[in-house]
C-alpha cells in the first residue's frame, strides 16, 4: 500500500514539473495551506500538494453545511505518522510508518455554502521582517559569513556564507536562498544529525541530490512561514529536468525528503509537533 502511495504523490510532482511548475518554488505571500476546520498548516510533502488556502475534506464541507461544486476534483494529500510494531524476525520492537490519502476541496474555489475563514493578506512590501525574524531566532545556528561570490554551508567548519543584500536584486532571493543553506546546516551532527550532511560523499551523488532536495523543500517551508515569494528564482530546463530525473528513479524520494525537509524547518522555527 505504501508503495502505491509513494508512486500517486511522485506522480503528481511529476505533473507539475513536466507543466514547468515546480510546486517548492511558489508565491507564499499569503502563507501556507491550513485546514479549513482548524487552521493548521499542512506539513510535509502537502505543502507543495497544495496551491494555498483554505482545504476541507468532502465531509468536512457537509458537515458545516457546505457542497462541493459540481465537477470539481479534489487533491490528494497525505498523512503518516510512525506507528509502534514489532520485527517478525527479531521480536525486536520498531516504527513502522502508517500511510494514508485523503481528498480535499479548496474553500470558496470549489465549494458553495461555507467561506474561507483568513482575510487575504495585503502586501504593500515584501514579507521581510518575519523572514529576518525567523534567521535570528536560529537557535544553535552556525557562524554566518557575508562573502560575495557564492553561497554555501561547510559542515566541517559549520559555517554559512551568504552574499550581502546588496548583491541580489530582489530581497525575496537573498532569504529564499539564506533559508536554503539554513536548512543544510540542521543536518550538523550536533543538530539533526542527517546523513547527506555528516557523511558527504560529493557532488553528483545520490545522497548529495537527496541533501539538495531537502535544503530546497526546507526553504520553501521557511518561505511560506514568512510569507515570502520565491518563485522567481531560476527555474531552468535542465533544473526541472534534473529532478524530474531524480523522482522517476526513486518514488519515494519527495515523500521522504520532504518529511525531512519539515523536521529540518521546525528545528530552525524552535517548534515541537507531536
Known amino acids: 500500500m505504501s508503495k502505491k502511495i509513494y508512486e500517486t504523490i511522485t506522480n503528481k510532482i511529476i505533473q507539475k514539473l513536466e507543466e514547468g511548475t515546480i510546486p517548492w518554488r511558489m508565491p507564499f505571500e499569503n502563507g501556507l495551506a491550513v485546514n479549513w476546520v482548524n487552521q493548521k498548516p499542512y506539513r510535509g510533502i502537502n505543502v507543495f500538494l497544495l496551491d494555498g488556502g483554505e482545504y476541507a475534506t468532502f465531509k468536512q464541507i457537509r458537515d458545516n453545511g457546505g457542497t462541493v461544486k459540481k465537477g470539481e476534483k479534489g487533491h490528494t494529500i497525505i498523512f503518516w505518522k510512525m506507528l509502534d510494531g514489532e520485527d517478525k524476525e527479531t521480536g525486536e520492537d520498531k516504527k513502522i510508518p502508517l500511510l494514508k490519502t485523503y481528498t480535499v476541496f479548496k474553500v470558496g474555489e470549489q465549494t458553495k455554502g461555507i467561506e ?108 511560506g512561514v514568512a510569507q515570502i515569494d520565491n518563485s522567481t528564482l531560476e527555474n531552468s530546463a535542465s533544473y526541472i529536468q534534473s529532478w524530474l530525473h531524480a523522482l522517476n528513479n526513486d518514488h519515494s524520494l519527495i515523500v521522504n525528503a520532504s518529511q525531512l525537509a519539515q523536521k529540518a524547518s521546525d528545528h530552525i522555527l524552535g517548534t515541537t509537533f507531536e
Not at 182 to 191: C, N
Request: cysteine-free; glycine content about 6%.
Open 116 to 223: 474561507p475563514k483568513r482575510k487575504p493578506i495585503e502586501h504593500t512590501q515584501p514579507s521581510i521582517e518575519q523572514a529576518e525574524e525567523i534567521f535570528k531566532n536560529y537557535e544553535n545556528a552556525p557562524d554566518f559569513t557575508a562573502v560575495s561570490g557564492r553561497a554555501f554551508y561547510s559542515p566541517s567548519k559549520d559555517i554559512v556564507n551568504i552574499p550581502p543584500k546588496g548583491d541580489f536584486k530582489n530581497i525575496n532571493h537573498y532569504y529564499s536562498v539564506l533559508f536554503h543553506e539554513m536548512v543544510h546546516s540542521t543536518g550538523h551532527k550536533d543538530r539533526l544529525n542527517r546523513t547527506g550532511i555528516v557523511e558527504m560523499n560529493g557532488f553528483g551523488t545520490e545522497r548529495y541530490s537527496k541533501e539538495e532536495l531537502i535544503a530546497e523543500l526546507g526553504a520553501s517551508m521557511l518561505s
